[in-house]
């Protein structure tokens, strides 16, 4: 589904992604790992094309998208779940819900999508009409990975879902990641709770200093010690 090759990205005239390749085949959970300032964020803005300067080749579905608008791409099917969340204040659950659906052909059908999200989120379904930022940051997670996933992309990237929130939720929302594969979502996933991520992942690529240094199946992963402290303690 989405292929990746030979991508490179600079902030100015720093370097900061080096020749960075990895694929994510339909119906995976992906995950990229390594220690802060990788390059895993900006792995992710270069994909859905939120940087200014790169290069090389972001093939998703059979089409090369660098060089499109990221809204481009989100009408394509790839969405984006930043770690600063970007929950609109001043707005209802329900309203930056039907944000998610603004640049999709299925905003006709809004009513009923936010319905079968609510469903997916009980939580969310009883906060429809609160205000969004009044809710806590698990929930207000929640609603951007729901937002995200209203106009039902094909591939899903989430950045850090894991950031500030309260153990109880995390656990919640990473059986959530579960369920969503099942039913057939695709994910890209960033995450600093490296055992978290890999327990739920199919396969792991390891960043260290914009470039991939390691790639293997999340379960050996999971077992090399040597590793995860090598590159993945923070």
Known sequence: MLSVSNLNAWYGASHVLQDVALEVNKGEIVCLIGRNGAGKTTT???????????????????EDMLGQPAHRR???GLAYVPEERRIVQGLSVREN????LVA?????QEVALIEEIAKIFPRLAERLDQEAVTMSGGEQQMLAIARAMIAKPDLIM?????????????DEMFELFRTMKQQGTTILLVEQNVELALDIADRAYVLDQGSVVHHATAKALLADDEIKERYCSV
């Open 44 to 62: 992710l803005k270069s994909i859905i094309g939120l940087l200014d300067k790169t290069r090389g080749h972001v093939n998703f579905k059979g």
């Open 104 to 108: 999709s052909p299925l905003k006709t």
């Open 158 to 170: 989430l950045d850090e879902p894991s950031e500030g929130i309260m153990p109880v939720l995390v």
């Open 97 to 100: 819900l039907r944000l998610g």
């Open 74 to 76: 989100f009408a394509r």
